[in-house]
């Protein structure tokens, strides 16, 4: 009797271990598999945001070398570097905001109690900037050129401008 109970208990040992090796092996490959599957879904989902962001930056002075080469001069030391004029750019328009009447270059006049801000800055080439404006009510959009002067200061003028109904 004893002997039998040994043995059964053997068996049962040897069976469980046999399952438990067969789950954890199966277990494995499964955690394997989906982890390849997610990192692949990933990789694809990080490309297709990266195509979409150079899609959006199409029109940007970061990205357009023609609109870059334009600030190249053949003067060594006249050369605009574009990467730290768009800041001084962004900085000026923002700074225009103090104005009591509002920011001249959103090209509208107060209309109300609250005066147009300027809240978005982006430079398009080396010509142009498009801006995003509002008073807190009433919302619009501005096509500003922009010009760099010989003492290297900043002057704009308001192309178009476009105030959207509420």
């Known amino acids: 009797m004893k002997r039998s109970f040994l043995l059964y208990a053997f068996i049962l040992l040897v069976l469980i271990n046999v399952f438990t090796y067969s789950f954890l092996s199966n277990e494995v490959k499964f955690e394997q598999d989906r982890y390849q599957r997610t990192s692949k879904r990933l990789k694809d989902s990080l490309n297709s945001l990266n195509l979409k962001l150079n899609e959006a930056n199409y029109f940007s ?15 060594a030391n006249k050369t605009i570097q574009y990467e730290k004029l768009i800041p001084v750019i962004k900085e000026k328009l923002m700074d225009l905001n103090a104005n009591p009447k509002g920011n001249p270059y959103t090209g509208q006049d107060q209309i109300g109690e609250n005066k147009f801000v300027i809240n978005k800055v982006k430079v398009l080439n080396h010509r142009w900037i498009i801006a995003d404006y509002s008073d807190g009510k009433m919302w619009g959009e501005v096509l500003l050129k922009y010009f760099v002067n010989e ?9 178009q401008s476009l105030l959207y109904a509420q």
């Open 61 to 75: 002075l970061e990205k357009n070398e023609n609109a870059q080469n334009y600030f190249d001069s053949a003067i």
């Open 151 to 159: 003492d290297e200061s900043v002057s704009f003028e308001v192309m």
